[in-house]
């Protein structure tokens, strides 16, 4: 294929031996397969990226409280056995580590590592 873009970075793609003057009735500049890529698909924004990461914080979050609530029920009533009280330490410290991110800095996150099940 090659590519074109015209004055508003509307892209066309045409096959390699059709002339773009026979289809495209505006003016146009050959591009590369790579300029159309970034035309069609443009890098996400900082609010974007700000938005994006502060939804996967979130999903993370409700992870931990899935992966605990049975945890906190056996604490609680005073059933939980030694190695379950770990997980569920591990789990709280993970917490305290994704709750500690600031998304403000996204696409540059280092997300904490989850514990082992």
């Known amino acids: 294929m090659k590519y074109y873009k015209d004055k508003n970075d509307v892209v066309y793609a045409l096959n390699p031996d059709e002339d773009p003057i026979a289809w495209i009735d505006v003016k146009v500049i050959e591009i590369s397969e790579n300029g159309a ?3 069609l698909r443009p890098q996400p924004t900082k609010e974007q ?7 996967q914080k979130q999903y993370l979050i409700a992870e931990v409280q899935t992966e605990t609530q049975m945890l906190q029920t056996k604490l609680a009533l005073g059933r939980i056995k030694d ?3 770990a997980r569920l330490n591990a789990w709280l410290d993970y ?3 994704l709750e500690a991110v600031d998304v403000s800095t996204a696409p540059d996150i ?4 989850k514990p082992v099940a």
Not at 49 to 55: F, R
């Open 37 to 39: 890529d970034i035309l």
């Open 49 to 55: 990226l700000i938005e994006q990461a502060e939804a």
């Open 83 to 85: 190695d379950e009280k």
């Open 95 to 97: 917490l305290d580590e």
């Open 110 to 113: 280092i997300w904490p590592v």
